[in-house]
Antibody
Framework: QVTLKESGPGMLQPSKTLSLTCSFS??????????VSWIRQPSGKSLEWLAA???????YYNPSLKSSLTVSKDTSNTQVFLKITSVDTADTATYYC????????????WGQGVMVTVSS | DIQMTQSPSSMSVSLGDRVTITCRAS??????LSWYQQKPEKSPKFMIY???NLEDGVPSRFSGSRSGSDYSLTINSLESEDTGIYFC?????????FGSGTKLEIK
């Protein structure tokens, strides 16, 4: 059974660094073709793809945010991390991680999401 | 970036109606198009892949089609459980991009 679960700070102040963790089970990111992405959704708005990391450790970023994003994975290939530097109120959103079984595959499993509020 | 233009933004329809939601891709994405349903306070649910293929467990009243750069999700005979927001996603190339969403409500 594939599951993903996001965790994060809940709330943080503007200009700080947001650190998110995606913990998953039922698959390994070391399996050829596997990709885990981060996607976010401000309340009442659409979805925005942020970043991805694949089984080979290759990383992909949304160019609109690339300078502030860092995606990484742990050595056990069961967690993926996302850091967003210098957050502001526009980064307030629900953040999801999701799995793809190939670089051209759809997202077949999503986490439940974690709400992050940026506020002073 | 590939833009996905989704329409309509909202629909209010009657039970039993046929519903069609469309996404237009700004560049060629082949059949790398999937559809998701999102309920309030829930994560998106994977519904259709490859533009036309139903994911396991998705009711057969749902279908996907493609005409050129236009991709459609159709629900035949709407049921109350079909309410929610529907999104398309192109996964042909990075950055992956979503449609703006269609909110489907019962009249």
């Amino acid at each position: 059974q594939v599951t993903l679960k996001e965790s994060g700070p809940g709330m943080l102040q503007p200009s700080k660094t947001l650190s998110l963790t995606c913990s998953f089970s039922g698959f390994s990111l070391s399996t050829s073709g596997m990709v885990v992405s981060w996607i976010r959704q401000p309340s009442g708005k659409s979805l925005e793809w942020l970043a991805a990391i694949d089984w080979d450790g290759d990383k992909y970023y949304n160019p609109s945010l690339k300078s502030s994003l860092t995606v990484s994975k742990d050595t056990s290939n069961t967690q993926v991390f996302l850091k967003i530097t210098s957050v502001d109120t526009a980064d307030t959103a629900t953040y999801y991680c999701a799995r793809r079984r190939g670089l051209w595959a759809p997202f077949d499993y999503w986490g439940q999401g974690v709400m992050v509020t940026v506020s002073s | 970036d590939i833009q996905m233009t989704q329409s309509p933004s909202s629909m209010s329809v009657s039970l039993g109606d046929r519903v069609t939601i469309t996404c237009r891709a700004s560049q060629d994405i082949g059949n790398y198009l999937s559809w998701y349903q999102q309920k309030p306070e829930k994560s998106p649910k994977f519904m259709i892949y490859g533009a036309t293929n139903l994911e396991d467990g998705v009711p057969s009243r749902f279908s996907g089609s493609r005409s050129g750069s236009d991709y459609s999700l159709t629900i035949n005979s709407l049921e109350s459980e079909d309410t929610g927001i529907y999104f398309c996603l192109q996964h042909k190339q990075y950055p992956l991009t979503f449609g703006s969403g269609t909110k489907l409500e019962i009249k």
